[in-house]
């Protein structure tokens, strides 16, 4: 049986996934489904995690899969709507039988399924970042991205130290845009913090100045914008336009230099949570992650251009569930949900984490950084 683990030490270390020669017999392959908004407003989120789910099954494959067994990738694209989304996955579990589902780009979609993988009995790994996925703790749920509950936590961290006790809060009114609201709602208070706005925009919204006109008449000493897509672009454009220099921050939502692109000059200066991806080439040689980070990011933007933090969570949750089936040496579902939720010292994308039977994402706070968008690019906050 190979170790995973150390093959994705051995890519780290010199771009090559090595995961051991495999056996001779021939036997059905391991079946890996995913639902994704490959396309539509949310497929930022969703090109970069089906183009890494791809490349390493690709990689695995070629070094002959698993125990002798080759991974299918059974995909299918959401186009961003949750209604696909549960259609897709009755067919994952019904019609093709895969034996994990690694998917789910938006919160909505996740959020949506997850009655239908608990009544069938199989392991899913959403790609989403709203707390509800995995709070209250899910039997067959798990997430491999950052929580909008630790990012409100992470920007408001932030903010004590810059001074900053009176925020203006705008979000989108997408599932995440919803639930990171929320999220930021109940965590103000912990951190001394005031809500003095509180605006909203829908996904279809091309301005945003009147929400943003209303904030500039408060005493606001800083802007916190949670959603994604298209959104989070135009708030920001739109706050540099009508002249307001307070600080603006963004959620973990828009951690892809996609984000700056749409943003363009209005985007100097944003700060943001986001993992250490974006980053990898700036952390200290010490770092445990920075391998997996520098071997991950050379190997996708070799393929494909820019890293985003999206692909990555797709990258932890394909490896953590490989993981899992390599220790449990079967596809048996319950098997392989137990040995998931055993996962222990994983370094991932996302951070090293730490599964349990209450804590399904298995991440802490200090795995995200704090990020400052400086001359078109990210910088590290000290």
Do not use: C
């Not at 390493?56 to 002959?64: D, H, L, T, W």
């Not at 990555?312 to 953590?320: K, P, R, S, T, V």
């Amino acid at each position: 049986m190979m170790n995973i683990k150390k093959s994705m030490t051995a890519l780290a270390i010199s771009g090559v996934l090595a995961l051991g020669a495999g056996q001779a017999v021939a036997a059905d392959p391991i079946k890996i489904g995913t639902f994704l908004a490959v396309t539509g407003p949310a497929s930022f989120l969703g090109d970069p995690e089906l183009k890494t789910l791809q490349m390493y099954i690709e990689n695995v494959n070629a070094k002959g899969g698993i125990d002798g067994r080759q991974i299918e990738l059974v995909h299918y694209d959401t186009g961003g709507k949750a209604k696909e989304a549960v259609n897709f996955a009755k067919r994952l579990i019904q019609k093709d039988k895969v034996d994990v589902i690694v998917g789910g780009s938006t919160s909505g979609s996740s959020i949506s399924v997850m009655p239908l993988v608990d009544k069938a009995g199989i392991p899913f790994i959403s790609l989403a970042g709203s707390v509800k996925i995995i709070d209250p703790v899910q039997k067959w749920t798990f997430k491999t991205p950052h929580t909008d509950r630790m990012a409100a936590q992470k920007i408001y961290e932030d903010m004590n130290k810059r001074g900053i006790s009176k925020v203006a809060l705008i979000s989108g009114s997408g599932g995440f845009g919803k639930s990171g609201r929320n999220e930021s709602l109940a965590m103000a208070a912990s951190y001394d913090i005031e809500i003095v706005a509180d605006e909203q925009y829908g996904a279809k919204d091309t301005d945003m100045t009147a929400q943003l006109a209303k904030i500039r008449d408060t005493d606001a000493q800083a802007i916190l914008n949670f959603g994604f897509g298209s959104g989070p672009a135009i708030v920001t454009k739109n706050v540099r336009q009508l002249g307001i220099t307070l600080p603006l921050y963004q959620s973990h939502g828009v951690a892809s230099k996609k984000f700056i692109e749409l943003a363009g000059e209005a985007a100097e200066g944003v700060r943001l949570p986001a993992a250490a991806l974006l980053v990898a080439d700036l952390l200290p040689e010490s770092d445990p992650q920075r391998p997996v980070l520098l071997g991950y990011k050379n190997l996708y933007e070799g393929k494909y251009g820019d890293v985003s933090t999206f692909g990555g969570h797709a990258y932890d949750g394909l490896m953590i569930a490989l993981e899992a089936i390599d220790r449990a040496n079967s596809t048996d579902k319950a098997k392989v949900r137990d040995e998931i939720e055993k996962t222990k010292g994983f370094p991932g994308t996302g951070g090293v984490f730490n599964m349990s039977a209450s804590d399904h994402l298995g991440l802490g706070l200090d795995a995200f950084q704090m990020l400052e968008i400086k001359n078109g690019n990210w910088t590290i906050v000290k």
